[in-house]
């Protein structure tokens, strides 16, 4: 009886785990745009990403539009690259570029997401390429 509910035990808080992760993988793909939700910090650009493929794999195409500078400079820009998602780590790789970089996702939900590149650490009020916060478009 005692290794029966131990079974049970270990069944029931494995689904709890579960069901508390910050991180459902289902829901990468679409679009989503970047943004910050401190008032104190505000984008000069609007940057959006479209995830398209599976789970694991896919492209990405990541648009970002200006909203600084005269009409001489170009106020779109469109990088696409190709992406991996393993064991809530996400690395891109965009075409032309040799470099992949790799982001722990600490968040992603229908409606949110959130990456911290890996190697660094967030702190608050200070927004940088090392941290994304997104929202769904």
């Not at 009409?71 to 064991?87: A, C, D």
């Not at 660094?120 to 929202?135: A, I, L, P, V």
Request: aromatic content about 14%; glycine content about 8%.
């Amino acid at each position: 009886m005692k290794k029966y509910l131990t079974i049970l035990y270990l069944l029931v808080s494995g689904a709890m785990f579960q069901a508390c992760s910050d991180v459902e993988l289902g829901n990468l793909q679409g679009n989503w745009y970047e943004c910050y939700n401190d008032p104190g910090f505000c984008m000069d650009s609007s940057v959006n990403y479209k995830f398209e493929g599976s789970e694991t794999a896919g492209t990405v195409i990541v648009t970002s539009y200006s909203y600084l500078g005269g009409p001489e400079i170009e106020k779109k820009h469109v990088r696409q690259g190709e992406y991996t998602l393993k064991n809530d780590v996400i690395s891109v790789r965009f075409q032309g570029d040799s470099k992949i970089t790799r982001y722990k996702v600490v968040k992603l939900n229908r409606n949110e997401m959130e990456w911290q590149m890996e190697g660094t650490k967030f702190s608050k009020n200070q927004y940088s390429s090392e941290y994304k916060h997104f929202s769904r478009e």
